[in-house]
T-cell receptor, first 112, second 115 residues
Framework: SQKIEQNSEALNIQEGKTATLTCNYT??????LQWYRQDPGRGPVFLLL?????KEKRKERLKVTFDTTLKQSLFHITASQPADSATYLC???????????FGKGTRLHILP | EAGVAQSPRYKIIEKRQSVAFWCNPI?????LYWYQQILGQGPKLLIQ????????DSQLPKDRFSAERLKGVDSTLKIQPAKLEDSAVYLC?????????????FGEGSRLTVL
């Protein structure tokens, strides 16, 4: 069955450093992959979408890569700030009509 | 632009009771989703509507859960009778696109506690 794995442990990063979060998937080949941010008690908020034919996508301090050979997406936050502390969810979908499945998320703590 | 509205924000019920959640998506958004998020887990899709038709309800426990989207706008999700394992946050999301290639806009969620 389709499986999505994100860093199971919380990630602690020093302010100013680059945070890198991993999303691995098995038993399928998504054509699209989205990343969301979720703060406690709030709904997820969309950050970036990357397509299988795009190796990398950037938005301000955020960068996402999509390696279809490794079946992995990496999510980077450069010059991290305490305000970046949140849970980050990856959400692949097989194709334009397939449902969007969310990973469990990775809790990120940026330490001042 | 107003976001996705959900109510109630919190609900506490006894097991075997019923509960209903309401969602008003962003105006003009064709696709509406209900997700269930158990503490420590990612959101799990329960049902997806395009306009007022069901696209995917494969993970909806149909013996106790039901959902409708009348006139392709508002939606309600009902649980009857509730079980302890239904304790979760129920998230409604909407998308402008008819396909799953656009961003989802989520509401704040309805937190259900079943005692």
């Amino acid at each position: 069955s389709q499986k999505i794995e994100q860093n199971s442990e919380a990630l602690n990063i020093q302010e100013g450093k680059t945070a890198t979060l991993t999303c691995n998937y098995t038993n399928y080949s998504p054509a699209y992959l989205q990343w969301y941010r979720q703060d406690p008690g709030r709904g997820p908020v969309f950050l970036l979408l990357i397509r299988e034919n795009e190796k990398e996508k950037r938005k301000e301090r955020l960068k996402v890569t999509f390696d279809t050979t490794l079946k992995q997406s990496l999510f980077h936050i450069t010059a991290s700030q305490p305000a970046d502390s949140a849970t980050y969810l990856c959400a692949p979908s097989m194709n334009r009509d397939d449902k969007i499945i969310f990973g469990k998320g990775t809790r990120l703590h940026i330490l001042p | 632009e107003a976001g996705v509205a959900q109510s109630p924000r919190y609900k506490i019920i006894e097991k075997r009771q019923s509960v209903a959640f309401w969602c008003n998506p962003i105006s003009g958004h064709a696709t509406l989703y209900w997700y269930q998020q158990i503490l420590g887990q990612g959101p799990k899709l329960l049902i997806q509507f395009q306009n007022n038709g069901v696209v995917d309800d494969s993970q909806l426990p149909k013996d106790r859960f039901s959902a409708e989207r009348l006139k392709g706008v508002d939606s309600t999700l009902k649980i009857q009778p509730a079980k302890l394992e239904d304790s979760a946050v129920y998230l409604c999301a909407s998308s402008k696109q008819l396909t799953n290639t656009g961003e989802l806009f989520f509401g704040e969620g309805s937190r259900l506690t079943v005692l």
